[in-house]
């Protein structure tokens, strides 16, 4: 057999299973995967986000410099 086309492959175990490991999702068989961060970045969108740690004062942004 040149390759093994399924979503879970044991080899010398049975059900060995993990919440950080993707699962599933081979061919048609379903939508996308299953468990770790695989699955998270399937319902996710990268944003961007600033936060100001300092207790500076903020300078007036209207102001030309």
């Known amino acids: 057999m040149k390759s093994i086309r399924a979503g879970i492959v044991w080899v010398n175990t049975y059900r060995a299973v993990s919440p950080i490991a993707p699962f599933g999702g081979s061919g048609l068989s379903g939508d996308g995967r299953e468990g770790g961060l695989a699955a ?17 004062p903020i300078p007036d942004p209207f102001v030309m410099r």
Not at 40 to 56: E, H
Request: aromatic share 12%; proline share 0%.
């Open 40 to 56: 998270a970045l399937g319902y996710t969108r990268t944003k961007t986000v600033w936060l100001r740690t300092s207790d500076d």
